[in-house]
């Protein structure tokens, strides 16, 4: 998902294995701006440039502060981390061009007062406690961090996929019954059209019913570029579909 983006799609992928090479096989040769978490198994993906998420690390550091609510450090580790999100905000109706100079201009000069900062207070913390943990984080991940200042497109976090991940996770428990991998498959494919439609402000009855009314007269299988006609974004899908 881009929240810059007139077309938004969500894509959910059931495998059996956590490991790298599983999104490595599902994106291929990407080689454009990956948003993820800090999950070392994305490193395998060696053509794309990773921007890792700042809401991350911010979480890291709040962790700290609820172990020690009186860690003055961790404390303002947040802070910096709030600054960043309050000034992203901020840009979030300019235009692509604006955005950038913006960021540049407002958000990279605390961006690098937080690790000039760090750099400083890390020697004083103990690696084993929770706030050297958060410092150890951010540090491993820092030349991702400041990846999205390279296109106005990306973002300060990986947010959007986190969100979109949460109706599948909360609802996990009522589909036990699905124990097979092509259960798990169903499921995933099902769950990439309604939240898709959903990121594109549809009616997700509506656009059920169209799909399930038009799709079986349609030869998309000899002719699979005919369902552009059905995406979401579609121009007379919007219009037949359109949440209210």
Known sequence: MHKHSGRQIVIYDYNKSRSGDVAKKFLGNLDGYLHTDGY???NKLTKVTHCNCW???RRKFHEAIIVDSGNSIAKTARNYCDKLFSIEWEFDRLT???RFNERLTQEKPVFEAFWSWAEKIVPT???KTQLGKAFEYA???????GNYFKDSDCAISNNAAENA???FTVGRKNWLFSDTPKGAGASADIYSIVESA???GLDVFKYSELLLTVLPGMEFLTNPDILEELLPWNESVQKICKAI
């Open 40 to 42: 070392a198994g994305y």
């Open 55 to 57: 809401a991350h690390v």
């Open 96 to 98: 692509t061009e604006e």
């Open 125 to 127: 913390v103990l690696p």
């Open 139 to 145: 540090f491993k991940r820092r030349k991702f961090l």
């Open 165 to 167: 991940i949460r109706p």
């Open 198 to 200: 959903k990121a594109n």
